[in-house]
């Protein structure tokens, strides 16, 4: 069955960098887009980034110039790559299966836990 599994996330300085992951299996990853939600407390889920899948990335206004996205189809694999973090990244980040980037997701990861703090 479709399986999409986060890792990489953790507690990080302000101005620190996280590299997240994304381990895809049960489909054909290379048919997909994949996109980088997170959920911060009492805040609704938003869309952070999302690789096509022709590779092209798009992200969010408030993520622009510090996260970057990549894939390995050949591995399944997804990579969130944040830099210059701030306290207001805090939060859940997943990834979800997408027919395109303007698509609605309709598989998700269980999340990973993305702290900065001092």
């Known amino acids: 069955q479709v399986q999409l599994v986060e890792s990489g996330g953790g507690l990080v300085q302000p101005g620190g960098s996280l590299r997240l992951s994304c381990a895809a299996s049960?489909?054909?990853?290379?048919?997909?887009?994949i996109g980088w939600f997170r959920q911060a407390p009492g805040k609704e889920r938003e869309g952070v980034s999302c690789i096509s899948r022709y590779g092209v990335g798009f992200h969010a206004n408030s993520v622009k110039g510090r996260f970057t996205t990549s894939r390995d189809d050949s591995s399944g694999t997804v990579h969130l790559q944040m830099n210059y973090l701030k306290p207001e990244d805090t939060a859940v980040y997943y990834c979800a299966r997408r027919s395109s980037c303007t698509g609605a997701p309709d598989s998700w990861g269980q999340g990973t836990q993305v702290t900065v703090s001092s």
């Open positions: 049960g489909f054909a990853m290379e048919d997909y887009a």
